[in-house]
């Protein structure tokens, strides 16, 4: 892709951060490979192992400085690919890739696959250089090669990708994506590896939504510039809520299945009401007791005279709450029906004839307008497109009815306002956490490569420290895999990290939340600071400081 000839000021300025790297990478030639003991799946250990037999049980490995002679000096051909949704700093990974190999041996040769997986089958390969790269360093979006969803899952394609490693003479091929993206990458190597092509596969985590994650991988980059924009965002709206003392904002934000992006917002802005998608499963709470307690939020802040405030909305909330799933799941199954109806009057009477009466009398409850979402608008897969439904909207409809319920004294005083923070969130200039180590990630990715390792997904760790501390390695994917029902086959893919209950991030939340409900004690992030004292422009998201007990030693400190 060709990059754009003009530059704000913010652009040429980034150009010129130089991103900070591990102690281990300073001199690659003196790497060594710290190798642990035999691994195993998540879950489903032995239909992985039996799926997997050339990749399965490999070690976790790290990388040393004590004792290691890794060759760098190997002439290679590494291929690289950005797969699936956008995510800030993608851009840094490919050229930490390039700057590590480039390093190693000028001689090798870096190319990119436009257009991801689906880029890989039609052998869209290009090679890489200093001055195309150059637009692109330290920037957002996945524009410098473009992306795609395509799944490499049928003997074709995998025909396909191996006449493109071949014609490429690929010694390795970086698979730059989320769950699905990495799972295709493991399924990849497996092939590659079965089939005696020498061509390796190293994944890398990424996602704004925060699911791609265990004890290696802290995190997938993108995920702490979304988190800090969002936020910052979030932070705004607080303000505004209370300068006007008349607004009750419902802020829908994006992370599809997992809330990690919702709790991120909450946890830095001290808004008065956060809904986690995994509490509510966990606890089976229905929509009623959700709607019900909200509008007793909304009379008590009344009350108290504060007729405004903020409530945060996880994307996927509405496939979590027991009905809803329910009623989701029974629309899932007659999909291919409503397919071939045009006539949004005639889906309402296809679906009232084909699901549980207590199901669609929960359809019926809702806005038309959601009713419509709900029916009309559909993936691939015939399935409903629950991260469009405007959630948003449907809990200000149900709050609106209920505040008589509560004794509300004045229903009428309830303004909402209803938000969606998504797309924003994907391709903006990466936060300096994410720069730094979405980079490292492409030089982890090179020596995992030059150790001949396959079939790993690379990690950085220890990311709440100064970056010289930071340790980097690899995992091998199927670690991170179990089987899921897709399609009604089960399939090996990476299970989705999502907000574990007993973890410091969601426990702090739980602790504060009753207090942050009934007070107008919000923060103000504001926007992603790029320059200054490193304390603005180095801090990493406050999940990641809560789960290694950082941020409570950080409230400390601020209040003396």
Known sequence: MEAAKDKSVLHKLRLEYQPKLPKCF?????????????????????????????????PVVEFTTEGGSLDTKKKLT??????????????NVIIGLFDSIKKANPESKVLGIKDGPQGLIDNQAFELTEEYLKPYRNTGGFDLLGTSRTKIDTPEK???????????????????????????????????????????????????DGDLKNDYVPMSFGFDTAGKLYSGMVGNICRDSLSCHKYWHFIKVMGRSASHLVLEAALQ?????????????????????????????IKKRYDNKMNYGVVLIPEGLIEFIPEAKELISQLNKIGDQLEKIEKFEDKIKCVESN???????????????????????????GNVKVAQIETDKLLIHFVKEELKNVGHPKPNAF????????????????????????????????????????????????????SDEWVAGGIPLTMLMNMED?????????????????????????????EWALSSNYLYPGGIQYFGPSE???????????EHQQFLQLIITHKQ
């Open 158 to 208: 995998y025909e396909q990708a191996v006449a493109a490693a071949k014609a490429n003479d690929l010694d390795a091929l970086v698979v730059i994506g989320g769950d699905d993206s990495n799972t295709n990458a493991s399924l990849l190597a497996e092939h590659f590896k079965k089939n005696g092509i020498k061509t390796q596969v190293i994944g890398v985590p990424k996602t704004i």
């Open 355 to 381: 699901i549980k009466k207590e199901s669609f009398e929960l359809l019926k409850s809702f806005p038309v307008e959601v009713q419509k979402q709900v029916l009309l608008d559909r993936d691939d897969h």
């Open 536 to 546: 603005l422009t180095d801090m990493p998201n406050k999940t990641l400081l809560l």
């Open 269 to 297: 802005t001290q808004a008065n009401v956060c809904l986690i998608s995994e509490e509510i499963e966990s606890k089976n709470i229905k929509m009623k007791e959700i709607v019900n307690n909200l509008a007793t939020i």
């Open 415 to 466: 303004t909402p306002q209803g938000h969606y923070l998504g797309y924003e969130g994907r391709c903006l200039f990466p936060s300096n956490t994410d720069c730094d180590y979405a980079y490292s990630l492409g030089y982890s990715a090179f020596v995992l490569i030059s150790f001949g390792l396959t079939g790993y997904i690379c990690y950085v760790k220890e990311l709440h420290k100064k």
């Open 486 to 514: 897709r399609k009604g086959v089960s399939v090996p893919v990476i299970k989705k990290a999502l907000v574990e209950l007993d973890q410091a991030p969601f426990k702090f939340f739980a602790s504060k939340r009753d």
């Open 78 to 91: 590494v291929a690289c690919l950005l797969s699936g949704g956008p995510a800030a700093s993608g851009h």
């Open 26 to 58: 300073q001199d690659l030639s003196k790497l060594g490979l710290k190798m642990g003991g035999e691994t195993q799946s998540c879950a489903d250990q032995e239909k992985i192992k039996t799926m997997f037999p050339a990749s399965y049980g490999k």
